[in-house]
């Protein structure tokens, strides 16, 4: 029998994920980390990007996630995001809208943008649509 670990995603609004997998991958702040069943005890800041849960050998769940925290036991992997979105669920029209108002933004010299708020979208918008891109490169 394969050895498990449950997962918990959970975002501001609603829990989008609960249930056991055999790995779990997840953009950690210094780099994607592969979780396994028995990992050790770990807690990190996740950045923008994708969440791969490993359900089976022919099942994997991909998620968008825009950061938040990462909590690893050795039978339980929390994650906590400020937003995380199916990646089957990622609007891609305003992704790209999201996109070219924040490249717009940052090209505006005036200095009445926050520079650094249009960034993060920049960022989020970015990461949603390489998500989504993954997703069909996958065939899903």
């Not at 249930?19 to 997840?26: D, I, P, R």
């Amino acid at each position: 029998m394969t050895m498990t670990v449950h997962v918990d995603i959970v975002s501001a609004e609603k829990e989008i994920f609960s249930g056991l997998a055999e790995m779990v991958f997840a953009p950690a702040e210094l780099g994607e980390v592969g979780i396994s069943p028995r990992h050790a005890p770990l807690i990190s800041r996740l950045k923008p990007g994708e969440v791969r849960v490993k359900v089976s050998d022919n099942e994997v769940y991909p998620f968008y996630v825009s950061g938040g925290m990462l909590e690893i036991q050795p039978n339980l992997v929390t994650i906590l995001a400020d937003t995380a979105i199916r990646a089957k669920d990622i609007d891609e029209a305003a992704a790209l809208e999201a996109k070219s108002r924040a490249e717009e933004a940052l090209e505006d010299k005036s200095g009445k943008i926050d520079f650094a708020m249009a960034q993060a979208q920049l960022t989020d918008a970015v990461m949603q649509l390489r998500t989504l891109d993954r997703l069909r490169k996958r065939g899903g």
